[in-house]
T-cell receptor, first 115, second 113 residues
């Protein structure tokens, strides 16, 4: 069965620190990859997505992610976090061959940024 | 700015009562998903539809939950009877099959006393 694994459950950083959140998935076919962010008390919003092409994807608010096919990874990065980045981050994978539009979500990583 | 809408945003009810949550997907989207989010279980997929047809509802407790799409502009999730363990935030999301990106609604926060 397909699965998505996020390495860190809870990350605490100080403002201006660099961030990297790990995401690995188990599926060998063609996939679309996503990172969603959920700010406290809000719904999931798309941060960035990868469909094809340049494996380094830039998203909103200075976030980027790199798709490494050989490692089945799609790690999220930000060079300098802000207090407002405090949120939960979800990695998600979509299997194009399933023809369902269904996404498999990781368990989420809670990021706490200290001012 | 197209977005998924959900009603009600908050619902407090007593155990045993029926609860109906509604979702209006983004016009033109052909997939609709219902998720439940709790602190303990995280984000769980309950059911999903493609072109209004139910594809999978294996994530739902069958004896009390039901999900329907009476038309392309409305999806419903019903709990009857509700129980305190159903307390959670229920999200609806819609998207396009060929793209996979899902757009989430604001959620319905359900509290069952």
């Amino acid at each position: 069965a397909q699965s998505v694994s996020q390495h860190n459950h809870h990350v605490i950083l100080s403002e201006a620190a660099s961030l990297e959140l790990g995401c690995n998935y188990s599926y060998g076919g063609t996939v679309n990859l996503f990172w969603y962010v959920q700010y406290p008390g809000q719904h999931l919003q798309l941060l960035l997505k990868y469909f094809s092409g340049d494996p380094l994807v830039k998203g909103i608010k200075g976030f980027e992610a790199e798709f490494i096919k050989s490692k089945f990874s799609f790690n999220l990065r930000k060079p300098s976090v802000q207090w407002s980045d405090t949120a939960e981050y979800f990695c998600a994978v979509g299997d194009l061959s399933s023809n369902t539009g269904k996404l498999i979500f990781g368990q989420g990583t809670t990021l706490q940024v200290k001012p | 700015d197209a977005r998924v809408t959900q009603t009600p945003r908050h619902k407090v009810t007593e155990m045993g009562q029926e609860v109906t949550m509604r979702c209006q997907p983004i016009l033109g989207h052909n997939t609709v998903f219902w998720y439940r989010q709790t602190m303990m279980q995280g984000l769980e997929l309950l059911a999903y539809f493609r072109n209004r047809a139910p594809l999978d509802d294996s994530g739902m407790p069958k004896d009390r939950f039901s999900a329907e799409m009476p038309d392309a502009t409305l999806a419903t999730l019903k709990i009857q009877p509700s129980e305190p363990r159903d307390s959670a935030v229920y999200f609806c999301a819609s998207g396009l099959v060929r793209v996979g990106e899902q757009f989430f609604g604001p959620g319905t926060r359900l509290t069952v006393l």
